[in-house]
């Protein structure tokens, strides 16, 4: 399966700040996925980080608080902007490896950020 | 709306335990479910099902699938410490290529 490097592994910010996360993939892939985990609930998909265009949002998340970059087939980035305690989660990117019909999905160590 | 829920939500067993965890889905084009592993950040893969009736195994888990009944199971026999974390499930639909979770069941295995 894939491996993935995500960066940083914590930060505590500043209200109002935005922090930008990194994803590195060791090979290349066509989808990648970031999600967002509140504490004490489960995985929230932000969007899917397409390569070449925009991403692809999901309902209750918007490109100026999230905004993605894909700028090749092994590297993301998701950026929190005016950042709030509300934003306190894990985030984690992911990716999907066809395996004949189906998927095998594999995640990032994930990025555990702090509001204050 | 795509929705997959877990039971029970939390358990805390004794070493040595056998427990069984609860996931039941409802989605409009079915593809795949996936176990997954979640002890601090990122989530490990368990397993992957998607024909009814077929036990998946690893070692003291395993995990069968109910395509009729929308529902899944992961059992864990002989309960260490070392199990203790979140269990994810989570379905992958057939056109969406993204996976729905469950809330998770957070199990605790006391020595």
């Known amino acids: 399966s894939a491996v993935i490097s995500q960066k940083p592994s914590r930060d505590i910010c500043q209200r109002g700040t935005s922090l930008t996360i990194q994803c590195q993939v060791d090979?290349?892939?066509?989808?990648m996925f970031w999600y967002r985990q509140q504490p004490g609930q489960s995985l929230t998909l932000i969007a899917t980080?397409?390569?070449?265009?925009?991403?692809?949002?999901e309902s209750g998340f918007v490109i100026d608080k999230f905004p993605i970059s894909r700028p090749n087939l092994t590297f993301s980035t998701l950026t929190v902007s005016n950042m709030s305690p509300e934003d306190s989660s894990i985030y984690l990117c992911s990716v999907r490896r066809p395996t004949g019909r189906t998927g095998r999905y594999t995640f990032g160590s994930g990025t555990r950020l702090t509001v204050v | 709306e795509d929705k997959v829920v877990q039971s029970p939500l939390s358990l805390v067993v004794h070493e040595g335990d056998t427990v069984t965890l609860n996931c039941s889905y409802e989605?409009?084009?079915?593809?795949?479910l996936l176990w997954y592993k979640q002890e601090k950040k990122a989530p490990t893969f368990l397993f992957m099902l998607t024909s009814s009736g077929i036990e998946k195994k690893s070692g003291r888990l395993s995990s069968i699938l109910d395509k009729k009944e929308l529902f899944s199971i992961l059992n864990i026999t002989a309960t260490q410490t070392g199990d203790s974390a979140i269990y994810l499930c989570?379905?992958?639909?057939?056109?969406?290529?993204?996976?729905?979770f469950g809330a998770g069941t957070i199990l605790r295995v006391k020595s």
């Open positions: 989605v409009t084009n079915f593809r795949s």
């Open positions: 090979s290349q892939v066509t989808m």
């Open positions: 989570a379905v992958e639909e057939e056109y969406g290529n993204k996976l729905v």
């Open positions: 980080a397409n390569q070449g265009s925009e991403a692809t949002y």
